[in-house]
T-cell receptor, first 115, second 109 residues
């Protein structure tokens, strides 16, 4: 079946602008995760959804970052007033069951560049 | 809290040889899971192997195996008979959604 998909694959935006990054998880996966990966680093946890609700949003760096998953499937990560430091690859992953004990299936990522 | 540390930014191995990638972690949990993920160049991250802490036996998946030392909080990945397709970034991860900084593995033909 289809894997996790993310759109767009690349996004270039100007400092101060608003961006939305989309994630389509594997059908039937109840858990969805967002990570940020800077060059040469491992993924940094941002937020985790179980169904429609955010089970853990402790990784969101500040209130400019927000994510939703209104129908328990597709999720959107929203970044307001973007800063150059937000430039990174944003990874989405999903898993069949909730919690970090299960295999996560990752998408290809969205490379965000803030100029 | 759970932290994961990888101290080898880069490793290289001759094709068909064996290589071991190191990972240490810290946790206050008594039962937990640990993972190794592989991220090939320009490709998606995939799970290599998973270890449950309460299981005494080290996990094995074909050419990939772990050396899990619970008391030492060490979780290393051994790749046997290395192949060119094994070239990638390897990340150690914990169940609290924490990842190490990665080890870049190069396979020398």
């Amino acid at each position: 079946g289809a894997g996790v998909s993310q759109t767009p694959s690349n996004k270039v935006t100007e400092k101060g602008k608003y961006v939305e990054l989309r994630c389509d998880p594997i059908s039937g996966h109840t858990a969805l995760y967002w990570y940020r990966q800077s060059l040469g680093q491992g993924p940094e946890f941002l937020i985790y959804f179980q169904g429609t609700g955010a089970a853990d949003d402790s990784g969101l760096p500040n209130d400019r970052f927000f994510a939703v998953r209104p129908e328990g499937s597709v999720s959107t990560l929203k970044i307001q007033r973007t800063e150059r430091g937000d430039s990174a690859v944003y990874l989405c992953a999903s898993s069949l069951a909730p919690g970090g004990r299960y295999e996560q299936y990752f998408g290809p990522g969205t490379r965000l560049t803030v100029t | 809290a759970q932290t994961v540390t990888q101290s080898q930014p880069e490793m290289s191995v001759q094709e068909a040889e064996t290589v071991t990638l190191s990972c240490t972690y810290d946790t206050s949990e008594s039962d937990y899971y640990l993972f190794w993920y592989k991220q090939p160049p320009s490709r998606q991250m995939i799970l290599v192997i998973r270890q449950e802490a309460y299981k005494q036996q080290n996990a094995t998946e074909n050419r990939f195996s772990v050396n899990f030392q619970k008391a030492a909080k060490s979780f290393s990945l051994k790749i046997s008979d290395s192949q060119l397709g094994d070239a990638a970034m390897y990340f150690c991860a914990g169940e609290k959604l924490t990842f190490g900084t990665g080890t870049r593995l190069t396979i020398i033909p």
